[in-house]
């Protein structure tokens, strides 16, 4: 089964509007940790936020947040106020185990999406 | 700052020849790692290492090796290079996690592998 699941491989959003970008996970672990990269054109990995899995509130990163439901083993990201340099693509990612277990990622295949002006 | 470096950035290379991708990180982090990515695969561990002279495998480890006799470096070698293996090699690496460090990962800028 995988591990996380980011079921659109492409999204469209105009300029200045949110968007959010899907994230299920899969673990049986209680303690886990969820983190979205961001990939421009330009192929580098940039860290966005992170959520984990005892953390009572939302992340949030300024126009970047959160949408974490535990229950829904969900971790969307939303993005508020696009802007045409929020065209990437965005990976979810997760790590099990509590913070003794390393940094052992699993990645999503990816949402690419796209800002319209 | 130079973080963390992979060289080099492109290489071209045939069946069977092997090849080494080198990561340099100089933030002392104890995890590095090695990851693929494909296109419809995201990304996927090849190996990764809690600390010098201690290294284990991930989700695609086969055709690879890796070693870590430095902190600062984990070189990555494909040792008969194959077709299979044309992609996108990223390094990465991160601090140990604690309760007020995320352990995200740094990653590299990516080297790209052509096998012919």
């Known amino acids: 089964a995988q591990k996380i699941t980011q079921t659109q491989p492409g999204m469209f959003v105009q300029e200045k509007e949110a968007v959010t970008l899907d994230c299920t996970y899969d673990?049986?672990?209680?303690?886990?940790?969820l983190f979205w990269y961001k990939q421009p054109s330009s192929g580098e990995m940039i860290f966005l936020i992170y959520q984990g899995s005892y953390d009572q509130q939302n992340a949030t990163e300024g126009r970047y947040s959160l949408n974490f439901q535990k229950a829904r083993k969900s971790a969307n990201l939303v993005i508020s106020a696009s802007q045409l340099g929020d065209s990437a693509m965005y990976f979810c990612a997760m790590r099990e185990g509590g913070v003794t277990s390393g940094s052992r990622l699993t990645f999503g295949e990816g949402t690419q999406l796209t800002v319209n002006p | 700052d130079a973080g963390i470096t992979q060289s080099p950035r492109y290489k071209i290379t045939e069946t069977g020849r092997q090849v080494t991708l080198m990561c340099h990180q100089t933030w002392s982090h104890s995890y590095m790692f090695w990851y693929r990515q494909d296109l419809g695969h995201g990304l996927r561990l090849i190996y990764y290492?809690?600390?010098?002279?201690?290294?284990d495998k991930g989700e695609v480890p086969d055709g690879y090796v890796v070693s870590r006799s430095k902190t600062e470096n984990f070189p990555l070698t494909l040792e008969s290079a194959t077709r299979s293996q044309t992609s996108v090699y990223f390094c990465a690496s991160s601090s140990r996690p604690t309760s007020g460090n995320t352990g995200e990962l740094f990653f590299g800028e990516g080297s790209r592998l052509t096998v012919l």
């Open positions: 290492s809690a600390a010098a002279d201690i290294t």
């Open positions: 673990t049986s672990d209680p303690s886990y940790g």
